[in-house]
């Protein structure tokens, strides 16, 4: 049985003949942690232009580039779904990171409430790993990821027209699926999840929240979750009801 191809993701364009030169992180993971050799081939992707099959070219000593064959897929986007979020302490963010990927993600923004335990953000390290998550599940999209900002500024310049669901503790529905599915009668529109810190938004943060006309409030059930645990559940649900896997 074949081996299963490597996936590598590229900021160049693919197209079918073309020569990808690789910058030295790349190149050193194919070469000194894959091991891979000249004539080698493996899959890349750039987020865009969906995935190729390409082979291993010879580039002298520490460098390596592809040779672009053949489209193996064609680019699919996932759902229109952003994920907000408080953020974590370095570990557990990489974790979300990773997994809001794999949810269908298609942008992740820190958002600083007044309860944020760490606000600072490498967004170059969310990348990454928003990247590594892509490059392992074979997903083609690799979401946005924006600069921290308050919540208070995020929802000043928030488009009416996305809907923002934000995880409740208090809220009136205690079924989130009934919640989410009071909503899908409606046209369908773009979609945002925003996940709180550890220690819940304050009152105030949940009163201003709850006074725009575009946000939704759910429950996550009765138990107490990690903020990272209640990312994946709540792109599940959301997904579940309003998103992709309907």
């Not at 790349?26 to 099959?53: I, M």
């Not at 575009?214 to 107490?224: C, D």
Request: proline share 7%; charged share 25%; glycine share 6%.
């Amino acid at each position: 049985m074949a081996s299963k191809l490597a996936r590598l993701f590229v900021r160049s364009p693919l197209a079918g003949g073309e020569d990808v030169e690789l910058d030295r992180e790349p190149a050193h993971y194919l070469l000194n942690v894959l091991r891979l050799k000249p004539g080698d081939k493996l899959l890349v992707f750039n987020g865009s232009e969906g995935e190729w099959q390409a082979e291993l070219q010879p580039a002298g000593r520490k460098q390596a580039k592809l040779l672009v064959e053949r489209q193996t897929r064609p680019q699919i986007d996932g759902p229109d779904l952003y994920y907000l979020f408080a953020p974590l302490k370095r570990a557990r963010l990489d974790y979300m990171a990773q997994k809001a990927t794999e949810m269908g993600a298609s942008l992740l923004r820190p958002v600083i409430t007044r309860r944020t335990v760490a606000e600072r953000v490498n967004t170059e390290r969310l990348l990454a790993n928003a990247i590594e998550a892509a490059e392992q599940c074979g997903i083609l999209r690799v979401p946005e990821v924006q600069q921290p900002a308050k919540l208070t500024e995020v929802l000043a310049a928030w488009d009416g027209m996305r809907l923002l669901i934000f995880a409740d503790e208090q809220a009136e529905q205690a079924s989130p699926i009934a919640a989410l599915a009071a909503a899908a009668q409606g046209a369908p529109r773009p979609i945002a999840v925003l996940i709180g810190p550890e220690g819940g938004f304050d009152s105030e943060e949940r009163a201003l929240l709850l006074a725009q006309p575009f946000v939704l409030p759910i429950s996550l059930g009765p138990r107490v979750m990690r903020a990272d645990t209640a990312a994946v559940a709540g792109l599940a649900l959301v997904n579940a009801v309003l998103g992709d896997w309907r």
